[in-house]
């Protein structure tokens, strides 16, 4: 196997698409790491020689500067684009903000969108492949990540469809449904708290101590991203890609379609089996 021109979004230390980056990198393959910012991009690509470039994916004119800059590099193709820059939130449906809704979209779904269409004519170049990172969240739906819930579900609606429409072209669309992974992404829920009004403010402590994390399985980041690369790499790469802590799980449920019992473990396991409703509020 020849080596491969890759693109990665998001790549901040410590998390997916950085880990992913380096084992790319490690296995030969030319990778060009993004970043919001230059302080948002993993510094030990440096050290390594990862090379990187500053993409704002929900900038218009930032994105068009990549395109250009990968354009130049590889001279007018790209063999993998790999959408992972994403962010989380965490709150109940009913206190989170529509804005704050908008921003979960604007990144997780509209960003791949345009990121994707951009690259496109480099992807038809080379009959390339895109991975968009998507969670088990989308069909597992846990309580507390409405948005980021319908966000990965839209991301995966639109997979699908891309799929669909650009296989006669040559290029390949795989979504990677991931499940629970040891990253610094829940780094950025902290400091995330319900409303003492909130009808599910008998929760509230039990949130902030990431009650909601207690119990889970995850897996380690840097074999979580071997395992991706080489379902990446290999030419009979699946549409679908299932892999970290509880994706067996969640693939298992989401194929036999036992919602009720799905909506009764997760109403226990996030402890909404508390609440009690009245007129005079919850208690």
Known sequence: ??????????CGA???GASLAKEFHQRGHRVFASGRTKDEIDPSFADIGIETLILDVTSTESIDSAVRTIRAKTGGTL??????????????FADTPVAEVRRLFDVNVFAVWAVSQAFLPLLLEAKGLVANLGSINAGFCPPLFAAYNASKAALEALGRTMRRELAPLGVRIV???????RT???????????????IYAPLREWVAQRGYLK??????????AKTVVSDLLNDNVRPVIWRGGLATLAWFFSWFGWETMMDQQMIKSYSLDRLQYSRTGLS
Do not use: C, Q, R
Request: proline residues 3%; charged residues 15%.
């Open 215 to 224: 119990g889970a399985s995850f897996v380690d980041l840097d074999e979580y």
């Open 175 to 181: 979504t990677v449904k991931s499940g629970s992974v």
């Open 79 to 92: 063999d993998i684009l790999i959408n992972n820059a994403g962010v989380i939130h965490v709150m109940p």
């Open 184 to 198: 610094a992404l829940f780094d950025h829920a902290e400091g995330i708290t319900i409303p003492g009004s909130s």
């Open 14 to 16: 410590g998390g997916i």
């Open 1 to 10: 196997m020849g080596a491969k021109s890759v693109f990665i979004t998001g």
